[in-house]
């Protein structure tokens, strides 16, 4: 790991990403290739046998989010990485790790959708999937980085979580946000926390069972006892639910002033959001700025706590207006800014619609 130390004048958001998930302790990753994640492949195929590693290319995301599952269980920290369509065919193993409670981190690189879509083009539009892909009820943790060294950063974070609840937890990233090269530093080992993976003893007087179907705490099948099975289910959603003002984090900037028009992003739109707000108070507007790291679950108390004194908010993302309707929620007044077609919202666009309101 010597190697991976240090500062670096640029860096490519898949490598930090693919440090920052080795530098905590990732030693399986299983990944099939596909836009625009292929590079996290390509590095993970690079640097993990160095740290004494195994990469593997599998022959599709079935495969993968399953060997990733079996790797964990085995004693290995494991992770997958991939992008829309990718993502779709992993939701049934994401939900498997979820019941059967194995940690493991799953990265989706967000592209234009449907289906295929765009390729090569971002977007934020996997946010609702991201949360309920799989079928069932269920509660996730789902980040979101904006920047290269948060790529690092919050890649150990994710995984720590996954370890601290036992659970797979999404890192969801976008195109552009892979794709960038920024300066970042890279922490000596122990400057930067990371947790153990533990596995339960599968053997012997105290042993644990490992089952796809609702079960208790030993791993024994309840799933045709009707209150055992609540139970059950209601354990794994409690333990999220339980913890979310533990789990969440959000960032908040200009709040001072206690302005009463905050712009709310997250991931890569929260870039162009930072920036209009800049322009706007130059200019003398008291306007906050609000970003979302963790998407999932819903930091509820802490957006309500940020933002007790505005009345409205303006939410840029690229999609068709997932995230504003969380914000609904909290009874805000929510200005929209849905942009779809591959393009980041610009600072000048977000300006525009904000400057309306506060005129």
Same mark, same amino acid.
């Given at each position: ?6 500062? &670096? @004048? ?8 693919? !440090?920052?998930?080795?530098? +905590? ?71 498997? +790790? ?21 390729? =090569? ?15 069932? @009820? ?5 980040? @979101? %980085? ?11 974070? +994710? ?29 000596? %080992? ?5 947790? %153990?993976?533990?596995? %339960?003893? =599968? ?61 709310? @992003? &997250? ?18 507007? !008291? ?6 790291? =963790? ?65």
């Amino acid at each position: 790991m010597g190697s991976l130390m240090g500062k &670096y @004048s640029l860096i490519m958001g898949s490598e930090a990403l693919v !440090r920052g998930a080795i530098y +905590a302790g990732i030693r399986f990753y299983a990944g099939y290739p596909i836009t625009p994640a292929t590079e996290i492949a390509e590095y993970m195929s690079q640097l993990l046998p160095k740290a004494g590693g195994i990469f593997v290319q599998t022959e599709d995301e079935l495969a993968a989010i399953n060997m990733a599952i079996g790797a964990s269980v085995a004693g290995w920290k494991a992770m997958v990485a991939t992008s829309g369509p990718g993502f779709s065919l992993m939701q049934e193993g994401i939900g498997h +790790a979820i019941n059967a409670e194995v940690p493991l981190l799953v990265v989706d690189v967000q592209r234009g959708g449907p289906s295929t879509g765009q390729p =090569t083009m971002p977007s934020q539009q996997d946010v609702f999937q991201a949360r309920y892909g799989s079928h069932g @009820s269920y509660e996730i943790i789902v980040l @979101s %980085p904006s920047n290269v060294q948060e790529l690092f950063y919050l890649t150990i974070d +994710a995984i720590n979580l996954s370890e601290q609840y036992r659970t797979p937890v999404i890192l969801l990233t976008e195109e552009v946000t892979v794709h960038l090269w920024e300066k970042i530093y890279i922490p000596d %080992p122990g400057e930067y926390p990371v947790l %153990p993976h533990v596995t %339960p003893p =599968t053997h012997g007087d105290e042993g644990f069972l490992l089952e796809g179907q609702l079960h208790d705490e030993r791993g024994y099948n309840v799933a045709n006892d009707p209150e055992l099975s609540a139970k059950a289910l209601w354990r794994l959603i409690r333990k999220i639910r339980d913890n979310v003002d533990r789990i969440s984090r959000i960032e908040v900037k200009y709040f001072e002033d206690e302005p009463e028009v905050f712009v709310a @992003s &997250y991931g890569c739109s929260a870039r162009s959001a930072l920036a209009a707000v800049k322009m706007l108070r130059r200019e003398g507007y !008291r306007v906050g700025f609000l970003r979302l790291i =963790t998407l999932w679950p819903f930091p509820e108390n802490a957006i309500k706590n940020a933002l007790r004194n505005a009345s409205t908010v303006v939410v840029p993302e690229m999609n068709a207006g997932y995230m504003a309707r969380e914000f609904r929620l909290l009874g805000l007044n929510v200005v929209p800014i849905p942009k779809l077609g591959g393009e980041m919202p610009t600072p000048e666009e977000i300006y525009s619609v904000v400057r309306g309101v506060v005129s």
